[in-house]
C-alpha cells in the first residue's frame, strides 16, 4: 500500500506537568529498553511496519507447545472439541499476553508493559520501586509483551505524556487533521480507512500506511502488524490478552463484542475483581460493569467486530480491551504519572490472580 507524506504536528503546547525520567514512551526509548533489559533470545521481530520500523515482542516463562493440537481454534469448536487447538486445562503456565501501543498517542499502555517487563526481569517497576509481589505472580506464568505494535504512529506523536494538556490536543495529533487544520475527532476519524485524501496531520491512530490496527480488514489483512500479532495469537493460544489502550475517562474494560455469551460475562467478571482491586488501592474506576450484551440490538447500529473481538476467533480465550486514562486537565480522571503506572500494576496483578486462581478454559 503506497504510503503519503504528511506535514508534522506544529504549534506544539506545552505543559506545567514535568514527565518523570522513568517515563520512556518515545519509539527509539522503547526499542532501546527491549534491547537492554530482556536477553536476546527473549525478544522476537514480529514484523516491519508500513514504515520500516521493527515491532517486536518480549516473551518470559516457557511454552508449552506440545499442549497445541491438529486444527485451528474455528475448526476445534467446529468439531465441538476445543482441546483439539489447545489443551488448555493441562497448562503449568497459564499464558498472559500485553499488547501496547495499537494507538500511538495512547502511551499510557506502553509505559505499563514495560514496567510489566522489568518486574519480571528485575522484580522493580519501571520507576524503580520494588514490586515483589506483582513478580512473583507474573513469574507464575508464561507472559508475552507487545510494548509498541504502532511505532509509525507514536513517531508521529510529539508528546511524551498528557498530564497538563487538554483533551483536544489528544484529538488533533491523535487522531488527525484535514488540510484546513481541523481536527477528524473520535469516532469520525474511522469513516476514512485508511486514512487518505483530505489529511494535513496524518494522526497517531494509524500507521505509515493509513491504517488503525484496531479496525483492520480480518479477512485480508491492510497491515503486517496486523497479520503478525494474530498469527502470534493463534501460535500461543493465551489465556488472556490485554489490549492496552487510554481515554479521557476512568480506568475501564471495554464490552467485548461478538463473542460467546460466556466470554461476555467472564469479561464483566473480570471487570469486577479489577474495579474491587483499584477500590483498595484508592484509585478510579467506573461505578458500572461492561455487563454482557446484545451486539447490534434491533434498529441499532451494531457495535464493530474490532481487533479485541478478532482475538478470540483466532484462540485468545478472554480477550479485553484496557482503557487508562490520559490524565488530561480536562478529563474525568485526575491522575499523576505514578498512578497511571500504580494502575496497569493493579491490572497486572488482577489478571494474574484471575489466571493462577480461575483459569480460563
Known sequence: MAQAEYRPFEKLLTSTVPVPDWWTSREPQIQGFLDRQVPADRVRMLANSPGGRPVRAAFFGDAEPELLGPANFNAALGAQQPEAYCRRRERKRPVLMILAGVHGAEVEGMIGALSAINVFQTGSDIAGNPQPDLADRLRQLRVIVIPLAN??????????GWLGLPCDEMHRVGQGTRRDGSSYGWPACKA???MAGDVGGL??????AGVNMMHDEWSASMSPVT??????IREEAPDIVLNCHSHANVPSILHTAYAPQAVKENVAAFALKLYTNLTRADLPHPDDLPWPRVDGARGEVPPAMNLTSMMYHVGAALPMTFECP????????RVNYEQILAIHHVLLRSAADWLLRRPVR
Open 192 to 194: 476514512v480507512h485508511p
Open 227 to 232: 497479520a503478525a500479532v494474530l498469527r502470534l
Open 151 to 160: 511505532p509509525d504512529g507514536r513517531v508521529r506523536v510529539p508528546y511524551d
Open 326 to 333: 490520559h490524565g488530561f486537565t480536562d478529563g474525568r480522571a
Open 203 to 208: 494522526g497517531g491512530y494509524f500507521d505509515d
